[in-house]
T-cell receptor, first 113, second 116 residues
Framework: QKEVEQDPGPLSVPEGAIVSLNCTYS??????FMWYRQYSRKGPELLMY????GNKEDGRFTAQVDKSSKYISLFIRDSQPSDSATYLC?????????????FGQGTELSVKP | NAGVTQTPKFQVLKTGQSMTLQCAQD?????MYWYRQDPGMGLRLIYY???????DKGEVPNGYNVSRLNKREFSLRLESAAPSQTSVYFC???????????????FGPGTRLTVT
């Protein structure tokens, strides 16, 4: 079993839809939970991160962590064609082993006008 | 600031050929990483360098070597390329330690490598 699992999709939604992207993880010691966005033929960029449980909102994006279920989500409200990208969840290895991250497989999202 | 730069952007190799992928960052980061990205596999760590002068294996190091030339530069070498090494390669860097959030990795634009 991978430490971080993510449904690779692809996911296609109409413009304006609410999008839910999810990851599960197996290591209960993870404390930080990150979402990267990767546009086609580009490198990933950090979108947002949360610490421990709870929600964090940034504009149309909300990151949610449920540590009891080992489940994290990224919600996108009023999705736009410019949100079309691959979204990767990531978690730092415990004890900060050289800053290494464990990535999910990434979910490819397409928002149709 | 250029951030993280990678050369070349594209490369086609024949099986058995060797090549070096170059990476440089101008953000004074101490840690640098090499990943490969394959469809459905996400980003897999090949090697990393937590600080100048140190390198360590990641998840998929076989067939690769690295050199941390100085604080700015971290190169990845394929000694004898195989078709299984066809992939997109990303270099990343971060500044570990300190009081601010230190897990954000900054990525280069990638190198698309095809081995025939």
């Amino acid at each position: 079993q991978k430490e971080v699992e993510q449904d690779p999709g692809p996911l296609s939604v109409p413009e304006g839809a609410i999008v839910s992207l999810n990851c599960t993880y197996s290591n209960s010691a993870f404390q930080y939970f990150m979402w990267y966005r990767q546009y086609s033929r580009k490198g990933p960029e950090l979108l947002m991160y949360t610490y421990s449980s709870g929600n964090k909102e940034d504009g149309r994006f909300t990151a949610q962590v449920d540590k009891s279920s080992k489940y994290i989500s990224l919600f996108i409200r009023d999705s736009q064609p410019s949100d079309s990208a691959t979204y990767l969840c990531a978690m730092p290895m415990i004890y900060n082993q050289g800053g290494k991250l464990i990535f999910g497989q990434g979910t490819e999202l397409s928002v149709k006008p | 600031n250029a951030g993280v730069t990678q050369t070349p952007k594209f490369q086609v190799l024949k099986t058995g050929q060797s090549m070096t992928l170059q990476c440089a960052q101008d953000m004074n980061h101490n840690s640098m990483y090499w990943y490969r990205q394959d469809p459905g596999m996400g980003l897999r760590l090949i090697y990393y360098s937590a600080s100048e002068g140190t390198t360590d294996k990641g998840e998929v190091p076989n067939g690769y070597n690295v050199s941390r030339l100085n604080k700015r530069e971290f190169s990845l070498r394929l000694e004898s390329a195989a078709p299984s090494q066809t992939s997109v390669y990303f270099c990343a860097s971060t500044s570990t330690g300190g009081r601010q959030f230190s897990y954000e990795q900054y990525f280069g634009p990638g190198t698309r490598l095809t081995v025939t």
